[in-house]
Every structure is written in C-alpha cells, then in structure tokens.
Nanobody, 127 residues
Framework: QVQLVESGGRLVQAGGSLRLSCAASGRAVSTLAMAWFREVPGKEREFVAGLKRGMGTTYAANSVKGRFTVSRDNDKNTVYLQMNNLKPEDTGLYYC????????????????????WGQGTRVTVSS
C-alpha cells in the first residue's frame, strides 16, 4: 500500500513559478514509477510529467516541456513538480500518482496505469 500527499498549490500570477510536492509513504519513491496529472472541470484528467522507476528518467507532456520539471528526493521520499512560466491554462487540480506494478513505457502517461493517487493540490494561475 502506498500513500501520497500533495502540497504546494496556490494562487499565482501568470509568468510565476510554483513547486508542488508529493510525499510518499509505504514504498521508496526510487522503486516506483511516479506521475503528475491535472484535472479541470469538464475535461479528462491530463498527464503532466513523470519519473520512471529506478534511474528516474523523466518525461513530460508537450504542453509543459521546457517549463515544468519533475524530480525526486530519495532521502525525503518525495517527488516534486517545479512549474515555471505558468500560464492561465495550467490552472487545475494537480494529482500525484503511482503504481506498484511495472508498467510498460507507453502506458506511463495514462491515468489508468496508476492505482494510487493523492488527494490533489489546487493551482490557480491568474492572467
């Protein structure tokens, strides 16, 4: 069983930065594939960025490449999402997710791959 707790979301102006945190318990984050998703009303949950298990290779959605960076701190068992140059369209409820399985690479951006989710942290970007 893995528990995830997100934090760091708040109101920020366009062009600003935020760092979201996802604290994990129950498993070491270095052994887990981790991902960030976001959700807005009326739309499906959208993949944002992720970390592969082991070496921690990162990958991101095209909409955030060059602006968002995902990383992890193994000592703190925490995964981060650094968000720079925020835009109003980045507004949403951001979730951290993981799976105890060994997903294939092509499934790592699909919400259905992940069975453990945090409660979400809200990011609002004003124009």
């Amino acid at each position: 069983q893995v528990q995830l707790v997100e934090s760091g979301g708040r109101l920020v102006q366009a062009g600003g930065s935020l760092r979201l945190s996802c604290a994990a318990s129950g498993r070491a984050v270095s052994t887990l594939a981790m991902a960030w998703f976001r959700e807005v009303p009326g739309k499906e949950r959208e993949f944002v960025a992720g970390l592969k298990r082991g070496m921690g290779t990162t990958y991101a959605a095209n909409s955030v490449k060059g602006r968002f960076t995902v990383s992890r701190d193994n000592d703190k068992n925490t995964v981060y999402l650094q968000m720079n140059n925020l835009k109003p369209e980045d507004t949403g409820l951001y979730y951290c997710a993981t799976t105890a399985g060994s997903p294939i690479v092509s499934s790592l951006s699909s919400a259905s791959t992940f069975e453990y989710w945090g409660q979400g942290t809200r990011v609002t970007v004003s124009s």
